[in-house]
């Protein structure tokens, strides 16, 4: 029987690049083709899914309707190349809703166009975790903040960056490794301030006593040279002078910090009034509660990403840009007036980036990757003004489309499923772009709906150096494979450093608390009628029976089970 192997011609992490990073959009093709290879499906499996599918069209609106394909053998991965390593259980989603989809990506499932898939964590060669950005406390680093500043200048200016055109590397920069160290940069400022401050004062001295104040002067300056190297560490014998650096090679420690012109101003001040009346002013410092100097207070807010993402524009700014958020629906008119230029925008993309062959980029090859979902649109009252299902965001530059980002909008996430965009831009950092935009929209939907507040970027694979980068879209968690609960990605990585598959869960004592209890009470639809499972296993003989649909409501878990329904012919 072919099963599912046509639907799994594009499984895997359909969007491994999904959440947009430095190589989001080159990884795309281990995306498209990392769980299961090619097989072609026969004519007659094709009209058994199309019959099922007709059949499922007759229940009730509100059923999710799955045909469940245990996974067998192994086959080649797309991320380490091993002909043989990778293995996952899939099952094709004739329709489904988002309640139960939400349910079913919080156990480790995944989808590519209809086919909805689970890797065999602990048998795979590249286990893939589920990884979610807590977008609400997101911050955006450095190198993110420079790829929103890239497309600003561009769209206001016309300026193209120099350098590398593709897309960033996710790795930190030296700088986003410093930046975090918060409480050594305020002690390092409130020691530049002190010797600025004490230099001034002696100079002062100076003028008054020079010859009588010369000794102890240096012997100050002596002291607090040894305090500074104390306070680094370093042996308090190995004291020396600075020299001066050669250009270009760093600051020169031997002349005072620069400072704001605001700190100089209010240091003149205090210098005046120390010369007309020399005790009591000091006195009435050192009667202050507060510090003498202290730490310097930030002036600036940093900016959130939604300042640095709509920053204004001159009114005659080179480029205009619009993000459009369509639904999947040949039914919706912006959807189908946008089709040919959104599928010729695909082709490019996969011929250029995946190298990929003409008759492999065909209008029905997209058509089943992005375009059919089995997600049915809903529009609950409480929900997004947009509703929920799958939608293409579309960027628009100047009238055409230059990226689309495919996301599924469910009840607590936005969901990224794949980016393709136009090569030609490759120097605006889509992939990085367009993360970022959707991590921005989930903030958006929020306020409408508060429990929507998660950014899933698909599968973290820590065994692939690729596929690294979506860890440092912080704060983040990693759904554990055994008991499916998350788990702060900085409590991970040290286990993911020894062992590829790692359960997270500390507690040996947890379990899977939402785990099939009562496989009776699973649904299946069985010839054109829905029935308990307890009612369905009386009417088989064949033994491997139970045990497919057993390890079914095993992965799927116990509510799943009762809410879908499972084929079975």
């Known amino acids: 029987m072919a099963r599912a192997a046509s639907a799994r011609r594009r499984c895997g992490e359909s969007r491994a690049a999904d959440a947009g990073a430095a190589s989001r959009a080159p990884l795309g093709l281990c995306a498209v083709r990392c769980i299961v290879g090619w097989r072609r499906r026969s004519s007659a499996a094709l009209r058994r899914v199309w019959r099922v599918e007709a ?22 991965c797309g991320y380490c190349k091993n002909e043989s390593g990778s293995r996952s259980n899939g099952m094709w989603a004739h329709s489904m809703t988002v309640r139960d989809y939400q349910d079913l990506i919080d156990r480790g499932w995944r989808r590519s166009g209809k086919y909805v898939y689970k890797p065999v964590m602990n048998q795979t060669c590249c286990p893939q975790y589920t990884i979610r950005c807590r977008s609400l406390q997101f911050q955006p680093s450095k190198s993110h903040k420079k790829v929103l500043k890239k497309m600003v200048k561009f769209l206001a200016k016309g300026e193209i960056s120099k350098g590398n055109c593709e897309d960033e590397p996710m790795e930190p920069t030296m700088e986003d490794s410093v930046a975090g160290d918060v409480a050594l940069i305020n002690k390092l400022d409130i020691q530049c301030d002190l010797k600025t401050l004490q230099e001034s004062l002696e100079s002062e001295e100076k003028k008054k006593g020079r010859s009588a104040k010369k000794a102890e002067s240096n012997e100050l300056i002596q002291s607090q040279h040894t305090e500074e190297k104390l306070g680094t560490g ?18 020169d420690l031997s002349k005072p910090p620069c400072r704001k012109a605001k700190e100089i101003r209010k240091e003149r001040k205090r210098l005046k009034l120390t010369q007309q009346n020399p005790a009591g002013e000091l006195e009435g410092f050192q009667a202050r509660p507060e510090p003498l100097f202290p730490p310097k207070a930030k002036s600036n807010q940093p900016k959130s990403l939604e ?6 524009l001159p009114e005659n700014a080179s480029h205009k840009l619009e993000v459009r ?4 629906s040949f039914e919706d008119p912006e959807f189908k007036s946008s089709f040919s230029q959104s599928f010729s925008l695909y082709v490019k993309y996969q011929m250029a980036i995946h190298q990929d062959p003409p008759d492999e980029c065909g209008k029905t090859e997209f058509t089943r990757f992005l375009c059919s979902s089995p997600l049915k649109a809903e529009n609950p009252p409480n929900g997004p003004d947009c509703g929920y299902g799958s939608f293409h965001q579309q960027y628009w530059l100047d009238g055409k489309i230059i990226a689309v980002g495919v996301v599924d909008i469910l009840p607590h996430c936005v969901s990224s499923v794949y980016l393709y965009y136009d090569p030609d831009y490759s120097f605006l950092s889509l ?7 959707e991590i921005a929209f989930t903030r958006q939907l929020h306020e409408k709906a508060p429990q929507l507040s998660y950014y899933y970027m698909g599968f973290y694979i820590h065994s692939c150096p690729k596929m690294k980068y979506k860890g440092h879209y912080r704060p983040s968690d990693l759904l554990c494979p055994e008991t499916y609960v998350w788990v702060p990605i900085e409590q991970c990585l040290s286990s993911l450093e020894n062992s590829k598959y790692c359960r997270f869960n500390q507690d040996p004592e947890a379990v899977d608390e939402g785990r099939s209890k009562e496989p009776d009470r699973l649904q299946v639809f069985y010839k054109k009628t829905t029935m308990p499972y307890g009612v369905y296993k009386k009417q088989q003989k064949d033994p491997s029976e139970e045990a497919t649909v057993l390890q079914y409501a095993s992965l799927v878990g116990q509510a799943c089970s009762e ?3 499972l084929f079975r012919n």
Request: charged share 20%; glycine share 6%; proline share 7%.
């Open 55 to 76: 059949m499922a069209s007759w229940v009730a609106v509100s059923s999710s309707v799955v045909e469940y394909f245990e996974g067998e053998d192994f086959y080649r």
């Open 325 to 328: 958020l369509v639904p999947v």
């Open 307 to 312: 300042d640095l993402i709509f920053e204004s």
């Open 431 to 437: 992939g990085v772009y367009s993360a970022l935009r």
């Open 563 to 565: 809410r879908m329904l």
């Open 234 to 251: 370093e042996p308090s014998h190995s004291v020396e002078v600075h020299t001066v650096p050669k250009p270009g090679k760093g600051a």
